[in-house]
C-alpha cells in the first residue's frame, strides 16, 4: 500500500520536532518539552528493543539537527525490513543529545544520540549486537543512491526512494570510504513493551455517542470496482447494518473527494442505548487532497473515537498528511489506525505534538489521549476487516477486549503494534 516517497516526507517526520542548538559545537540535551516522545508498544508478532545509537550526519547549514536525522535514519526501515522482516520507529526516533559543527562549504557535522523503537520478530533470534550502517552525507543523498542502488538492495519505487530498500548486508555490498557512518547499537528490551491494555472504553463513552470517521485511498485506479472504493462500500454497508434505526446518506463528489457518506443510528452499549456516527471518505490520495477533504474530515475528526485510514501510505506522505489535517481536541481520547504499509515507521510528530500543545502538562508526551495502531510492514487490504474489528469492540463493551485480544485477528505478516497505549487506565468491572 505505498507509493513515493518526495524530501516533503522527511520535513513531515521532523516538523514541530527539531533539536534546539545552542551554539556550532555546544552538546545540549533535548529541551523540556521537546522531542521527548518515548513511546509504548504492545504487539503479539513483534519484540520491542531500544536501539541506543551514536552516530554523525553531514547537511546543510540551515537543516534542523531532527530532520538531518530522520532523513539518515530513513535507511534503517530498508536495512530492519530486508535483514530481518522488523522495523524501526524512525518517524518518532528521540534525540537525546547533539552537537554540531560547521565544516565550511555551507555544511555541518551532526553528532548525535537518540533511541529508536524497534520492533524485531518474534520468529528471529534476539541480537546480541547489531551495527546499523547509514548514508554520512544527507546531502549527497542523490550520488549514494546512484551509486548502490543494485549493489545494497535494489529500488522498488525508484532510485530516489532507495532508502526504503537499502540492504547493506546484500551479497558483493560494499561502501566507498566516507560514504557511510558505522554505528554500533546498544540494544535492550524496552522497558516500555505492555500487555493486556484495554482501549480506554470508558472514554469513549463519556458522552454516550460514539464517533467514527474511516478514510480510504484509491488502491489502483478510480472506478467503482477499485479496491478502495470496494473496502469503503463494505465498511459502510456494515456499520448501518450493526445499527438500529440506521440511516444514510452519501454525498456529492467534489474536487478531491471522490465519495463521502455518513451514516447514523442508534447501539445498545454498556447497557444502554447510545448514538452511533459514521463518516466514510474516499479519496485519490489523502496528501493531495484539498480543501473539500478537510471540511468533512476536519470535523469529523475533532469528534471522532476511532479514526481509520485504509490505504497507500505514500512512503508516509499520506499518513503524515492525515496526522497534519487532524483536528485534536483538548481531553478528547482518540484511537487511530494506520492500515497502510510501514505506518509504524513512517508516522511522525504531528498529531502528538497536537495533543501536547492541546493538554500541556497533563499529556507531556502526546499519548495520554492517543492510541495508535500501525502496521511495522508492507500491509495487505482486507476489506475492511480489522478496521470493523476495532468499531465491533466499541460496542461490544460488555465484554471488552484487550488490544492484544484483537491484535491476534490481525494478519501476522503485516506485524502489528499498538503505541501510546501505555497510560490506559481502564479495567473491567468484576
Not at 538531518?68 to 537525546?96: F, P
Not at 555541518?108 to 549486537?129: G, N
Not at 513493551?193 to 467514527?212: G, M, W
Request: charged share 20%.
Amino acid at each position: 500500500m505505498m507509493t513515493r516517497l518526495p524530501r516533503a516526507l522527511v520535513l513531515a517526520l521532523a516538523a514541530n520536532a527539531a533539536v534546539v542548538m545552542a551554539g556550532c559545537s555546544a552538546e545540549v540535551d533535548a529541551p523540556s518539552g521537546e522531542d521527548t516522545t518515548d513511546v509504548a508498544i504492545t504487539s503479539n508478532d513483534g519484540k520491542l528493543f531500544d536501539f541506543g545509537i551514536k552516530a554523525e550526519v553531514v547537511a546543510d547549514e540551515e537543516t534542523e539537527a531532527r530532520a538531518a536525522i530522520v532523513e539518515q535514519l530513513a535507511y534503517v526501515q530498508g536495512a530492519l525490513t530486508t535483514d530481518v522482516k522488523g522495523n524501526g520507529q524512525v518517524g518518532l526516533v528521540n534525540v537525546t543529545k547533539s552537537s554540531e559543527a560547521s565544516l565550511g562549504g555551507g555544511k555541518k557535522r551532526i553528532t548525535y544520540e537518540a533511541s529508536l523503537p524497534v520492533i524485531w520478530p518474534k520468529t528471529a533470534a534476539t541480537p546480541r549486537e547489531y551495527t546499523l550502517v547509514l548514508p554520512l552525507d544527507v546531502t549527497a543523498l542523490q550520488r549514494f543512491n546512484r551509486t548502490y542502488d543494485g549493489k545494497c538492495g535494489t529500488n522498488e519505487y525508484g532510485v530516489e526512494t532507495f532508502w526504503h530498500d537499502f540492504n547493506p548486508k546484500a551479497a558483493g555490498c560494499t561502501f566507498a570510504d566516507g560514504d557511510v557512518f558505522r554505528a554500533p547499537v546498544k540494544i535492550q528490551r524496552s522497558a516500555k513493551a505492555t500487555t493486556n491494555k484495554y482501549p480506554e472504553y470508558d472514554k469513549v463513552l463519556a458522552d454516550d455517542v460514539i464517533d467514527v470517521v474511516a478514510v480510504f485511498g484509491i488502491i489502483s485506479s478510480n472506478a467503482p470496482n477499485d479496491e478502495g472504493a470496494r473496502e469503503m462500500e463494505t465498511v459502510t454497508q456494515k456499520t448501518l447494518a450493526s445499527l438500529t434505526g440506521g440511516t444514510r446518506k452519501d454525498g456529492a463528489a467534489s474536487a478531491t473527494v471522490i465519495k463521502s457518506t455518513q451514516v447514523t443510528g442508534k447501539a445498545t452499549v454498556g447497557g444502554r442505548e447510545r448514538t452511533v456516527n459514521y463518516t466514510g471518505v474516499l479519496v485519490n490520495e489523502v496528501s493531495s487532497a484539498g480543501a473539500d477533504f478537510d471540511a468533512i474530515y476536519g470535523p469529523a475528526s475533532a469528534k471522532a473515537d476511532l479514526i481509520v485510514y485504509s490505504g497507500h501510505s505514500g512512503l508516509g506522505s499520506n499518513i503524515n498528511s492525515l496526522a497534519s489535517r487532524t483536528t485534536v481536541v483538548a481531553g478528547k481520547y482518540q484511537i487511530l489506525y494506520l492500515n497502510g504499509c510501514q505506518t509504524f515507521g513512517y508516522l511522525g510528530r504531528a498529531l502528538h505534538d497536537k495533543k501536547i500543545a492541546a493538554n500541556g502538562a497533563a499529556d507531556r508526551e502526546g499519548s495520554k489521549f492517543l492510541d495508535i495502531v500501525a502496521n511495522a510492514l508492507p500491509a495487505y487490504g482486507d476489506d475492511g476487516a480489522t478496521g470493523l474489528l476495532l468499531y465491533k469492540a466499541l460496542l461490544e463493551q460488555d465484554a471488552p477486549r484487550t488490544y492484544n485480544d484483537l491484535l491476534r485477528q490481525f494478519s501476522r505478516i503485516h506485524l502489528v503494534a499498538v503505541f501510546g497505549e501505555d497510560d490506559n487506565t481502564f479495567t473491567p468491572a468484576r
